[in-house]
């Protein structure tokens, strides 16, 4: 078999004539970064042929330069019979991540919390006197550990961890029979899943876990104490491997790589639960239960589930609602047997961070008034209702939110450009970097801010089309294509100008136009028009950076009154946690699964037609955006004042 | 660290000084045997200091020659700060046990075995027909199996496996949804352990499983067809560690070795699973459920429970009865999710090998007739009773049977002297070898004829000692050292001699009286006669090569009519089997466990006088063995009569 050797490591691996370049790299143990998850488009994992020859055919995601140089795309390369040397580029820094500072909890209304009285967890923790061993009364270690968890309990509990047993001899014996177990109550019967000497009631904790596409977010509860003691984010180890859930699914078509993506989230999770047990002094093995949320895809990915068919009609999901499984099944690094609970899915699209976040909102309340939770992702998912009904639907908002697919695109990170202001006059932009350092690439909220701008001052048209009549020395014409620079190669920390493409503002209204027909349509198809909406609810990481005003402007969030809207944060780790501190809390949010109808855009007749009315900028029918409509009389006012 | 560097592997370690050679070897991979479990007393491990010093002060059990060479006691002999190299001498061969046949049940009474009508195992498989995956339904496959499987069963199954949901989706999917699910059954609950795709309801497979000190037996058994499709069985690969429980215990005393009894033997079981899948031409995924019995040690060193509180007064077992498990959680490499079910045990030293061998007889029927079962084995154990009662103890027999203790004896391989005449005139023997070679040694059955007939003859008296006042050419006497040339150097395998000395005949003496005083005190202890038994069972692989007569002759067993004894084969893997097949065996045998009374024989004060008796041969109270004093008096006259 051939051998490929990659350079500037020197893994080697032997492979069959056929395997793409990408298999390669996994099975040599290289990381290459592949944002469509390996399906040619990206262009992110190209890499250079130093010697021998592969089977490629020029990919319209490489640029012409590179190829001249012997660049390929490593996903669509393949193997032929020769040795190769490969040369791979060095990995695009990732940057560290600008998380929510440890504690905070962003939520609108933190009496929507269990308070510490409702606290109630899945495990409870007692403190026995185990009788000693006698000779001739037939009982074993564990028959003495039932009886006194009988007479405490009153009724017998179930023992059949291998864990607790291996360990059972010592810690009965440790402190003359004075131990403290750790029980998991389900329905009417409780199993034991720790044994301690002494007394540890007041040692007993559990996670809250948001696994999200792009960032893994780990809090750790004291429940004793009633409180969240530490609180990481990192993003999710499967960024490499496809920047959203579709390229996830297409990675992972083989068994292997479906593997390789279970390992690699599983890996951040247990480095984040390392570093909030270390952050809280607790170890890991006193850590008895976790609630994890995730999207249905994440959900899968991280149990070793195919994803296949939740992209194929007619979409169907292994599975939705999960039962519990113990932490060693799962592959997390806590105490072995903790009970592990996931929020239950409601669809291929709309998943258990939803279920979660939704818990977070009136709409987990009996209230009458009707409310709308949107939650702006690398997906969109929205969730309407009341006491009465709720209904959800989901739109692939794409990454360009995230950075993807646009050419200075990055996530929002140190370097990132957060916040754009362009001078109405010039066309000029000035921005703040997050950082303060010089810019790498520009994130989601600083491209809506750019846009809205740039359309508010008439640099760019309704369809996102720069203004060829006017001259912007920040604007250049080249044949049909026209560019914006954001910052000169001077100001960057490339040296490279940051430049903004009609292509990426044609992404940024894909984008939007899906999450805002996706919620127009749902409540269309109820009958209701947005004036009915009480509340409207943004959850979602992205939009703590987010410029309600340029939102609305650009048509990405309705035109409604700015106080009906509420940012939670990141609702799907806050309904984790409810969810881990409290049964109750745990039942409400099944009752709420239950009760959500799911609804499947794509295949809604009426979609295609809300979605081209919302890729202009901020909607074809401009009735629908009145603030915006004055705005822009008052903007471009002031601009024609100004340019006199 | 100082480095040890063992020959001829050349296998090498670090460790720091002050650890023992035996665990150097451990860690690096090099296989000692240590009869004894490390107590430095039966010389099996010793090895040669070829350079660098070690710390070791010289044991009984080495004898002075192998020491001016440099020889010492691996378990023994301690690192100090110097670099070794340590020479290994070839190892000694275990030889190709002589195992049951394949298929020979060895069971006296076939109508106790539950009848094909009677099959009624603890999973069962079960046709489906799984409606498709539809749009907007909002089922996932795993509800579209919960819907099918109520359907069948009329309840809604349990379905916690992620084994099986990681291949829902394929087997759903492979053959339209008709699939065959394998449940399994539990009180009034159905768990999920399996789905495969089309109809597999014919494939439905079990194992029984005897988990003995010195051997390991694996039964494949065919559900639907009702039978045993193949058998297996193999020395335990924890031989090297202690050939009896007591050993095993003390090897076990560090966490790293009591890691690798539970790996040596699991190894050992899933070779023979291998061996017996292979053979029925089954995939060890194909089978969902094991009943394994094994005595409470081997059962504690299966499952990595520590065992040292067995050997500690009051001799409490961290488990007695086990929780039914899931295959993975063991480690048997068959079907992950495959329910595993243990054999309950009754006390220290009578384990789930005795509440499965007692299925096999009368006892486990509600006769009036009281009964005596023994298990002849590395330890010996004993139960009695009837309808009324059921009283069990256990004796250390040792390993003298097995060919521990005893300077040429092996177990009964190729190569054993199996059985033994001794010419009444001359005292010379002659003897059978198992396969018919030159002999290596020789095993228990051989050893008890051997001792048997010399008495008889007058060879030996009453304590084992020769007759120094009669010459004959196989006996030599050097000072207070007598011995018995069984073999000459010429026609043995080793070309050395085969001799049996006094100390060996004590070893065997000491046995057989453990054996046959713990059944004495049992019986006393209810107040019975030995006239009032009704049958006697013989159970343990050692029974199939034993002579009954010379048995009796040496006082092993009581003396009492011929056809009250029955030779029941492997009564442990016969009882795991009828537990395997039948729910109601299982019932059956629980009940058992819970109306036997365990008796400590350690500490009761009439033990010591028993035995002490029973050290002689046949008795010190000859009345005990009538039978025995006609055969000596016939004996010693026709000895006397060719003589002359």
């Known amino acids: ?269 247990n480095r984040l639960i390392r570093a909030v047990a270390a952050s809280g002094a607790v170890d890991p093995s006193e850590i008895a239960s976790a609630s994890l949320s995730g999207n249905t895809v994440m959900t899968h990915l991280l149990l070793g589930l195919k994803p296949e068919y939740l992209r194929l009609d007619p979409y169907t999901p292994t599975v939705l609602h999960l039962p519990s499984l113990r932490s060693h099944e799962a592959g997390l690094e806590i105490n072995p047997e903790a009970k592990l609970q996931f929020s239950p899915c409601l669809g291929s699209y709309v998943g258990g961070d939803i279920t979660a976040g939704i818990l977070c909102t009136d709409l987990a309340r009996d209230a009458e008034e009707i409310n709308l939770f949107i939650d702006i992702g690398t997906n969109g998912e929205i969730v309407v209702g009341n006491r009465h009904f709720l209904m959800a639907c989901a739109c692939s908002a794409g990454p360009a939110f995230e950075g993807g697919g646009i050419e200075c695109g990055v996530r929002a990170a140190t370097g990132a450009i957060d916040k754009v202001q362009v001078d109405p006059a010039t066309g000029a932009a000035t921005y703040s970097v997050i950082g303060d350092t010089l810019p790498r690439g520009i994130c989601g909220s600083g491209m809506i801010d750019l846009l809205a701008q740039l359309f508010l001052a008439g640099w760019i048209d309704a369809a996102g089309k720069f203004d060829r009549g006017r001259s912007c020395p920040a604007i250049c014409h080249e044949g049909r294509r026209a560019s914006y620079v954001l910052a000169p190669a001077a100001a960057t920390a490339s040296g490279r100008a940051l430049v903004v493409t009609e292509i990426d503002l044609e992404n940024i209204l894909r984008t939007k136009a899906s999450i805002y027909s996706a919620s127009a349509l749902l409540l269309r198809h109820l009958g209701l028009s947005l004036d009915s909406i009480g509340r409207i609810y943004i959850a979602g990481g992205f939009g703590r950076f987010l410029d309600l005003e340029n939102a609305i402007t650009i048509g990405l969030l309705p035109d409604r009154p700015r106080e009906v809207f509420q940012y939670l944060g990141n609702a799907s780790l806050m309904g984790s946690y409810m969810t881990a501190v409290s049964r109750e809390f745990r039942r409400r949010q099944l009752a709420l699964a239950r009760r959500v109808t799911y609804v499947e855009l794509n295949t809604a007749p009426a979609y295609m037609e809300q979605y081209t009315g919302a890729l202009f900028l901020p909607h074809t029918d401009l009735a629908l955006f009145p603030s915006v409509q004055t705005r822009l009389a008052a903007t471009r006012v002031a601009g024609k004042q100004s340019s006199l």
């Open 1 to 269: 078999m051939p051998k490929v050797i990659f350079r500037p490591s020197g893994h080697g691996v032997q492979v069959p004539p056929g395997t793409d370049l990408l298999e390669a790299a996994r099975q040599a143990g290289v990381e290459l970064e592949a944002a469509c998850g390996g399906e040619g488009t990206c262009g992110k994992c190209a890499v250079r042929v130093v010697s021998g020859q592969v089977d490629f055919t020029s990919s319209g995601a490489l640029c012409d330069a590179p190829l001249l140089e012997g660049c390929v795309l490593a996903c669509v390369a393949r193997v032929t019979g020769e040795d190769l040397t490969i040369e791979v580029p060095e990995p695009a820094q990732l940057g560290r991540g600008q998380f929510a500072p440890e504690n905070e909890l962003h939520l609108v209304r933190p009496e929507l919390l269990p308070s510490p009285s409702e606290f109630d967890p899945h495990t409870t923790k007692r403190l026995l006197q185990v009788a000693p061993p006698q000779p001739e009364d037939g009982l074993s270690d564990l028959d003495r550990l039932t009886r006194a968890l009988k007479q405490e309990c009153g009724k017998e509990p179930v023992v059949d961890s291998l864990f607790c047993l291996r360990k059972l001899a010592e810690v009965l014996r440790a402190d003359n029979g004075r131990i403290t177990a750790t029980l998991a109550r389900a329905q009417d019967e409780y199993r034991v899943i720790d044994v301690q000497p002494g007394d540890t009631t007041l040692r007993h904790f559990a996670l809250a876990i948001d696994v999200g596409t792009t960032t893994v977010a780990v809090q750790l509860i004291d429940l004793a104490a009633a409180q969240v003691i530490a609180a990481q984010s990192d993003y999710n180890d499967q960024m490499p491997c496809g920047l959203d859930v579709i390229s996830r699914i297409n990675y992972a078509r083989h068994q292997p790589r479906l593997e390789e993506l279970r390992r690699r989230v599983l890996r951040t999770i």
